[in-house]
């Protein structure tokens, strides 16, 4: 889909847990407190998808929420950027080949998809807000290429 | 042109041209939107962090009942005798009918 002007201004991200251990949901919420304050970039975690341009998903995607994650990339109103947080996230990471994962999420979405990875485990307040201004980039980018 | 339309609003020239404004109009609007569009199956849905709308969108509807409630609880001396009224029995409507026609009569024939 071709992104609009909206994406040069505030970034609003929605954060969705599949199934990971929290430790990068801490160091999502950790980038959005004063010592880091994302929010001075415009960057707001927002509390519903249909809010949202950016996704963040954290977790391997466990089975039972394969069908929650899938909903909510399709509520997300195009344009959309989907950001994988932390290594379960990107690769299954410890849970590799586990019978209770559908992950990892690439797998999952269409082929259409903008996804960005941020790795660690856990990954670090910087690393989302790298992550989050590599978006920023990839983004510009590609409205460049729509032209 | 103007005059078949305002003389005879049924004709079928009329009609015909409101039917081709009315589909100009709509596929201005139509055109105005993303071509870029894809309907996906959840897309639309309402967000209910993630889970499936339930099949009764009652059970997900927000209603607008309450929106005046500090009127009609300001109002109730007023509107609960008028809800306690309202029985769906139509005896009880036939009824009211009659007595309110009763007094109009006697305040008619016999008063005045």
């Known amino acids: 889909m071709k992104l609009t002007k909206t994406f040069d201004k505030a970034l609003w991200v929605f954060h969705v847990n599949s199934g990971s251990c929290n430790a990068c949901d801490i160091e999502i919420v950790a980038a959005l407190t004063p010592r880091y304050d994302v929010e001075r970039f415009g960057i707001k975690l927002v509390g519903s998808p249909r809010h949202a341009d950016v996704l963040l998903f954290t977790g391997p995607v466990t089975r039972k929420m394969k069908d929650r994650v899938m909903r909510v990339y399709e509520q997300t109103p195009d344009p959309k950027v989907v950001m994988v947080i932390g290594n379960c996230g990107s690769t299954t990471g410890v849970f590799y080949d586990s019978y209770a994962i559908d992950g990892p999420i690439d797998t999952l979405l269409p082929d259409d998809a903008h996804v960005l990875y941020v790795t660690g485990c856990p990954v670090r307040p910087e690393n989302v807000i790298n992550g989050v201004k590599e978006a920023w980039l990839y983004l510009e980018k590609l409205r460049g290429d729509d032209k | ?112």
Do not use: C, Q
């Open chain 2, 1 to 112: 042109m103007i005059d078949i339309i305002l003389k005879d609003m049924w004709s079928p020239i009329a009609f015909i041209l409101v039917l081709v404004l009315t589909a100009l109009v709509a596929y201005m609007f139509y055109s105005l939107g993303n071509p870029a569009y894809k309907r996906t199956k959840h897309k639309g849905e309402p967000f209910i962090s993630g889970n499936a709308p339930p099949k009764d969108v009652r059970l997900i509807h927000v209603g607008g009942d309450n929106v005046f409630w500090g009127f009609t609880h300001a109002l109730r001396k007023y509107l609960d005798p008028l809800v306690k009224g309202h029985t769906g029995i139509l005896n009880d409507y036939v009824y009211w009918m009659v007595i309110t026609m009763a007094l109009v009569l006697i305040y008619v024939y016999i008063l005045i």
